[in-house]
Structure formats: C-alpha cells, structure tokens
C-alpha cells in the first residue's frame, strides 16, 4: 500500500511538501522552526527532507513492478556541503544499483538492498547536503 510521503504525520508536522519547482521532488518553505541556533537550516530538518525523499524516490522506481515494497531504513551517509539557509528542495537518484537485479532478489528471496542518493538545495541551486540511504527492502505480507 502506497501512503503519500506528504500525508506521513512526521512530514506533516515538519511542512514536507512537493516541489513548487519541476526541478525537484519536495521541498520544506523558509521558516524559523526550521532554524539552528546560528540562524541556519537545522540538521535534522535537512535529513528529514533527504530521508522522506530517499524512500520516495525508492517507491517510484520500483512501485510498478512491486506495489507492496516496504522500505526499511538501514544505513545512512550524510555530508553537509555548505550552511543551508531559506526555502530547501530535493532531488534523488539510485546509487549503483541494478534494477533488474533488486526485482529479482525479492522475487526469489522477498527482499534486496538498494541504494538512493539525495541531494538538497537552496532557492539558489546551491547543493546544501548530499546523502546515500542504503534501504532494506521487503514485500508487505498479510
């Protein structure tokens, strides 16, 4: 079962967002919850973005040939490239992985790993964070 990652109650909470940009999948506004105790975009909120756009990007990818995939967080690399300031965007793509090769895993053992690099941006196109979320996933069982 697919769940809109903009209906999730933790991304509810935080204001996730889709993009206002075609250029990218979502995005969190410029606002002073968002801030740290330097005036920059906290690091939490900036992983929360990364994280909701990770597995989303992971859904899209595989959705069609897989409707039940569960994505289950199981490692994280984050490098903080420059202080984040203002409207945030996201974008993602899989990391050395072979699809074909991920589907076949959980056809024959019902689970892969698969990597999805994230990357984030200020309303200037500067690249604000870079990430690789490594996901475990599984099809749904009843």
């Known amino acids: 079962m697919f769940i809109e990652p903009t209906e999730l109650p933790f991304n509810v909470l935080i204001g996730l967002r889709y993009s ?3 250029d990218y999948m979502f995005m969190l506004e410029d606002k002073n919850q ?3 105790h330097v005036g920059t975009v906290h690091a939490s909120a900036q992983f929360a973005l990364a994280e909701a756009t990770s597995g ?3 859904k899209q990818e595989f959705f069609s040939e897989l409707p039940d995939l569960i994505p ?3 490692k994280v690399e984050v490098r903080y ?3 984040a300031k203002g409207k945030l965007f996201s974008k993602a793509a899989l990391k050395d992985v072979n699809k074909q090769e991920v589907i076949a895993s ?3 053992k019902g689970n892969a790993l698969a990597s999805v690099e994230t990357f984030l941006f200020d309303k200037d196109a500067n690249m604000v ?3 690789l979320y490594e996901w475990y996933v599984i099809l749904q069982t009843e």
Do not use: T, V
Request: aromatic share 10%; hydrophobic share 30%; net charge positive.
């Open 20 to 22: 206002d940009n075609a």
């Open 34 to 36: 968002y801030q740290n």
């Open 56 to 58: 989303h990007y992971l």
């Open 72 to 74: 289950l967080l199981k």
């Open 81 to 83: 490239r420059k202080p």
């Open 106 to 108: 959980i056809n024959e």
């Open 129 to 131: 964070m870079q990430s």
